[in-house]
Protein backbone atom coordinates (compact mmCIF):
# COMPACT_ATOMS: atom_id res chain seq x y z
CA UNK A 1 0.00 0.00 0.00
CA UNK A 2 2.89 2.26 0.78
CA UNK A 3 4.62 2.10 -2.35
CA UNK A 4 1.24 2.73 -4.52
CA UNK A 5 1.28 5.72 -2.89
CA UNK A 6 4.57 6.80 -3.35
CA UNK A 7 3.68 5.95 -6.99
CA UNK A 8 0.42 7.92 -7.11
CA UNK A 9 2.26 10.92 -5.38
CA UNK A 10 5.16 10.61 -7.92
CA UNK A 11 3.05 10.96 -11.02
CA UNK A 12 1.12 14.05 -9.48
CA UNK A 13 4.41 15.75 -8.92
CA UNK A 14 6.03 15.19 -12.81
CA UNK A 15 2.59 16.39 -14.23
CA UNK A 16 2.98 19.79 -12.52
CA UNK A 17 4.06 22.50 -14.99
CA UNK A 18 7.55 24.09 -13.88
CA UNK A 19 6.29 27.58 -15.29
CA UNK A 20 3.10 29.30 -16.24
CA UNK A 21 2.70 29.95 -20.39
CA UNK A 22 3.48 33.97 -19.56
CA UNK A 23 7.31 32.91 -18.40
CA UNK A 24 8.07 30.64 -21.03
CA UNK A 25 6.91 33.27 -23.27
CA UNK A 26 9.18 36.10 -21.66
CA UNK A 27 11.92 33.80 -21.26
CA UNK A 28 11.41 33.24 -24.99
CA UNK A 29 11.00 36.90 -25.79
CA UNK A 30 13.97 37.77 -24.17
CA UNK A 31 16.48 34.93 -26.18
CA UNK A 32 15.08 36.95 -29.06
CA UNK A 33 15.96 40.23 -28.07
CA UNK A 34 19.29 38.66 -27.17
CA UNK A 35 20.23 36.83 -30.50
CA UNK A 36 19.05 40.45 -32.37
CA UNK A 37 21.46 42.84 -30.70
CA UNK A 38 23.80 40.46 -30.97
CA UNK A 39 23.61 40.34 -35.02
CA UNK A 40 23.02 44.09 -34.78
CA UNK A 41 26.72 44.42 -32.94
CA UNK A 42 28.03 41.88 -35.70
CA UNK A 43 26.87 44.26 -38.68
CA UNK A 44 28.00 47.42 -36.74
CA UNK A 45 31.41 45.58 -36.65
CA UNK A 46 31.90 44.45 -40.41
CA UNK A 47 34.19 47.45 -41.98
CA UNK A 48 33.36 49.78 -44.09
CA UNK A 49 34.84 48.66 -47.49
CA UNK A 50 32.99 44.84 -46.99
CA UNK A 51 29.78 46.24 -46.05
CA UNK A 52 27.14 45.73 -48.69
CA UNK A 53 25.92 48.52 -50.50
CA UNK A 54 23.09 50.94 -49.11
CA UNK A 55 19.57 51.72 -50.62
CA UNK A 56 18.28 54.56 -50.89
CA UNK A 57 19.12 58.12 -49.93
CA UNK A 58 22.06 56.78 -47.84
CA UNK A 59 23.12 55.34 -51.62
CA UNK A 60 24.01 59.02 -52.67
CA UNK A 61 26.62 59.44 -49.75
CA UNK A 62 29.97 60.81 -50.35
CA UNK A 63 32.18 58.74 -51.68
CA UNK A 64 36.18 59.00 -51.36
CA UNK A 65 38.05 61.04 -53.84
CA UNK A 66 39.91 59.77 -56.65
CA UNK A 67 43.45 60.02 -56.96
CA UNK A 68 44.53 63.00 -59.08
CA UNK A 69 46.67 60.27 -61.31
CA UNK A 70 43.63 58.25 -61.82
CA UNK A 71 41.20 61.34 -62.48
CA UNK A 72 40.21 62.54 -65.93
CA UNK A 73 42.23 65.09 -67.99
CA UNK A 74 41.07 68.12 -68.29
CA UNK A 75 38.91 68.86 -71.24
CA UNK A 76 41.35 70.58 -74.52
CA UNK A 77 39.72 74.08 -76.08
CA UNK A 78 38.18 73.43 -79.15
CA UNK A 79 40.31 72.47 -82.08
CA UNK A 80 42.96 71.24 -79.60
CA UNK A 81 43.79 67.42 -79.05
CA UNK A 82 43.31 66.12 -75.47
CA UNK A 83 46.17 65.51 -73.41
CA UNK A 84 48.27 62.52 -72.73
CA UNK A 85 48.25 61.16 -69.08
CA UNK A 86 51.44 61.43 -68.21
CA UNK A 87 52.10 57.91 -67.83
CA UNK A 88 50.38 56.66 -71.01
CA UNK A 89 52.37 59.24 -73.15
CA UNK A 90 54.58 58.84 -75.69
CA UNK A 91 57.80 58.16 -74.91
CA UNK A 92 60.80 61.04 -75.91
CA UNK A 93 62.46 61.01 -79.05
CA UNK A 94 65.97 59.54 -79.44
CA UNK A 95 68.92 62.32 -80.13
CA UNK A 96 68.79 63.55 -83.59
CA UNK A 97 71.68 61.62 -84.58
CA UNK A 98 70.20 58.27 -83.23
CA UNK A 99 73.35 57.47 -81.52
CA UNK A 100 72.58 57.47 -77.90
CA UNK A 101 69.24 55.82 -78.61
CA UNK A 102 70.21 53.14 -81.63
CA UNK A 103 67.50 54.28 -83.91
CA UNK A 104 68.66 54.69 -87.85
CA UNK A 105 68.06 57.97 -89.92
CA UNK A 106 64.53 58.07 -91.07
CA UNK A 107 65.34 57.76 -94.80
CA UNK A 108 66.30 54.21 -94.41
CA UNK A 109 63.37 51.46 -94.19
CA UNK A 110 63.53 48.15 -92.24
CA UNK A 111 63.68 44.97 -93.76
CA UNK A 112 61.44 41.81 -92.98
CA UNK A 113 63.99 39.87 -90.28
CA UNK A 114 62.93 36.26 -91.57
CA UNK A 115 66.23 33.94 -90.75
CA UNK A 116 66.96 32.56 -93.91
CA UNK A 117 70.63 30.68 -93.04
CA UNK A 118 72.37 32.76 -95.61
CA UNK A 119 73.47 35.77 -92.99
CA UNK A 120 71.13 38.18 -94.98
CA UNK A 121 69.50 39.62 -92.17
CA UNK A 122 70.34 41.77 -89.05
CA UNK A 123 69.08 39.13 -86.98
CA UNK A 124 71.37 36.68 -88.27
CA UNK A 125 74.31 39.50 -88.82
CA UNK A 126 73.85 41.52 -85.36
CA UNK A 127 75.41 39.06 -83.13
CA UNK A 128 78.27 38.32 -85.17
CA UNK A 129 79.46 42.11 -86.31
CA UNK A 130 78.89 42.62 -82.64
CA UNK A 131 81.58 39.95 -80.93
CA UNK A 132 84.19 40.47 -83.52
CA UNK A 133 84.57 44.63 -83.73
CA UNK A 134 88.14 44.38 -83.34
CA UNK A 135 88.07 43.01 -86.88
CA UNK A 136 85.30 45.77 -88.15
CA UNK A 137 88.70 48.02 -89.76
CA UNK A 138 92.40 47.60 -90.06
CA UNK A 139 95.39 49.99 -91.24
CA UNK A 140 98.18 48.50 -93.14
CA UNK A 141 100.94 50.47 -94.54
CA UNK A 142 101.77 49.19 -98.14
CA UNK A 143 103.93 51.03 -100.66
CA UNK A 144 104.43 54.36 -98.79
CA UNK A 145 100.72 54.52 -98.02
CA UNK A 146 98.06 54.03 -95.06
CA UNK A 147 95.64 51.66 -96.30
CA UNK A 148 92.30 51.54 -93.98
CA UNK A 149 90.47 48.37 -94.76
CA UNK A 150 86.84 47.21 -93.75
CA UNK A 151 87.05 43.87 -94.93
CA UNK A 152 84.91 42.32 -92.65
CA UNK A 153 81.96 44.97 -92.67
CA UNK A 154 81.38 43.92 -96.06
CA UNK A 155 81.72 40.35 -95.67
CA UNK A 156 78.62 40.68 -93.70
CA UNK A 157 77.20 43.24 -95.58
CA UNK A 158 73.99 41.55 -96.50
CA UNK A 159 72.44 42.16 -92.90
CA UNK A 160 73.37 45.71 -93.13
CA UNK A 161 72.07 49.02 -94.73
CA UNK A 162 74.42 51.38 -94.61
CA UNK A 163 78.28 52.03 -93.15
CA UNK A 164 79.60 55.38 -92.55
CA UNK A 165 83.55 56.08 -92.11
CA UNK A 166 85.21 59.18 -90.41
CA UNK A 167 88.71 59.65 -90.11
CA UNK A 168 90.48 61.64 -87.44
CA UNK A 169 87.47 63.20 -86.00
CA UNK A 170 86.38 63.85 -89.40
CA UNK A 171 82.00 63.35 -89.44
CA UNK A 172 81.54 60.20 -90.62
CA UNK A 173 80.22 59.53 -94.20
CA UNK A 174 79.26 56.52 -96.14
CA UNK A 175 81.44 53.71 -97.45
CA UNK A 176 79.35 52.30 -100.17
CA UNK A 177 78.44 48.62 -99.76
CA UNK A 178 78.98 46.12 -102.89
CA UNK A 179 75.33 44.49 -103.56
CA UNK A 180 74.16 41.73 -101.49
CA UNK A 181 74.59 38.25 -104.39
CA UNK A 182 71.11 36.77 -103.34
CA UNK A 183 71.34 34.45 -106.16
CA UNK A 184 74.84 32.58 -105.15
CA UNK A 185 75.48 30.00 -102.79
CA UNK A 186 77.10 33.07 -100.53
CA UNK A 187 75.28 36.12 -100.93
CA UNK A 188 78.34 37.99 -99.02
CA UNK A 189 81.16 36.83 -100.90
CA UNK A 190 83.12 39.80 -102.04
CA UNK A 191 83.54 39.43 -105.91
CA UNK A 192 85.96 41.11 -108.15
CA UNK A 193 83.38 43.30 -110.05
CA UNK A 194 82.41 44.85 -105.91
CA UNK A 195 85.94 47.00 -106.39
CA UNK A 196 88.44 46.50 -103.10
CA UNK A 197 87.65 46.79 -99.68
CA UNK A 198 90.16 50.37 -98.72
CA UNK A 199 90.88 53.51 -99.06
CA UNK A 200 94.18 55.04 -99.25
CA UNK A 201 95.80 57.94 -97.11
CA UNK A 202 99.25 59.48 -96.28
CA UNK A 203 101.61 57.14 -94.56
CA UNK A 204 100.82 57.24 -91.08
CA UNK A 205 98.14 59.42 -91.16
CA UNK A 206 95.12 57.41 -90.00
CA UNK A 207 95.10 57.90 -85.99
CA UNK A 208 91.47 57.58 -85.11
CA UNK A 209 88.61 55.49 -87.46
CA UNK A 210 84.80 56.06 -86.17
CA UNK A 211 82.29 53.86 -87.76
CA UNK A 212 78.96 54.38 -87.46
CA UNK A 213 76.73 50.76 -88.52
CA UNK A 214 73.50 50.64 -89.58
CA UNK A 215 71.86 47.12 -89.68
CA UNK A 216 68.32 46.04 -91.88
CA UNK A 217 66.35 46.10 -88.90
CA UNK A 218 67.14 49.82 -88.21
CA UNK A 219 69.43 49.58 -85.03
CA UNK A 220 72.60 51.13 -85.29
CA UNK A 221 75.97 50.91 -83.34
CA UNK A 222 78.90 53.28 -83.15
CA UNK A 223 82.31 52.95 -82.37
CA UNK A 224 85.79 54.38 -82.26
CA UNK A 225 88.93 52.65 -83.35
CA UNK A 226 92.84 53.19 -82.50
CA UNK A 227 95.21 53.03 -85.33
CA UNK A 228 95.66 49.46 -84.45
CA UNK A 229 91.75 48.51 -84.66
CA UNK A 230 90.89 47.96 -81.38
CA UNK A 231 87.51 49.05 -80.25
CA UNK A 232 88.53 52.13 -77.62
CA UNK A 233 83.95 52.44 -76.80
Given at each position: ????????????????????????????????????????????????????????????????????????????????????????????????????????????QAEPQVPSGRFTTAVE??????????????????????????????????????????????????????????????PNAIKESDGLPYRNFGLGQVALVEV??????????????????????
Amino acid sequence: MFEFLAFVVAVIVQSVPVGDSGAGTQVAGDQDTMVTAQAEAEVAATPMFLAPAQSGDQSQAEQPATPSFLGSAPAAPAGEPAPATAFLGSAASGTASGAASGAAPAALQAEPQVPSGRFTTAVEVKPILSMTKANWISVREFNGEDLLYVTHLWSWRCGLLEVKVGVNGDSPQPWPLPPCHLNDPTPNAIKESDGLPYRNFGLGQVALVEVHVTYDDLSTENVKFNRQGLPLQ
